[in-house]
């Protein structure tokens, strides 16, 4: 089993760093966690998550930190994201329109479609916690 973990401000120039850090871990190993697609879906993810957090539960502030562990099993790729701030409920979301009429709204659909799970919630300490999903490549 595979751990890393990152600790990043709340500001939009760390998405390259952080897309980079899920990169590096993807490929660490002797054999790749995941192939090339699985990789950059997981990358989406994790920026479209990240981008959430620091407009919306950080509300732009640059002085709260996101934390983000990864780790990785024989099954699975586990990205989680741990950080302060508004808490977000995914019920709440109203489904994203492909017709042209909003510029916004798609992050929560572009993560769904990129990983095997995504669920939030609160851990001990109060923070809000996302925890993303993708399955590892299987060996024919």
Do not use: W
Not at 119 to 137: A, E, F, P, T
Request: aromatic share 8%; charged share 25%; glycine share 8%.
């Amino acid at each position: 089993m595979a751990r890393y973990e990152l600790d990043i401000p709340s500001e939009p120039s760390q998405l390259a760093r952080l897309r980079a850090f899920v990169t590096s871990f993807c490929l660490a190993g002797p054999v790749p966690i995941l192939d090339e697609t699985g990789i950059h879906e997981l990358e989406l993810a994790v920026n479209e998550a990240a981008t959430n957090v620091m407009r919306h539960a950080h509300q732009g502030r640059t002085d709260l930190p996101i934390h983000v562990e990864a780790e990785s099993d024989a099954a699975q790729v586990v990205i989680r994201l741990r950080y302060g701030g508004t808490p977000f409920d995914p019920t709440t979301v109203a489904p994203p329109t492909f017709d042209g009429s909003r510029e916004g709204g798609f992050g929560v659909y572009f993560i769904s479609m990129c990983v095997d799970q995504a669920r939030y919630s609160q851990d001990k300490d109060g923070r809000n916690c996302l925890r993303l999903v993708k399955s590892r490549i299987q060996p024919n």
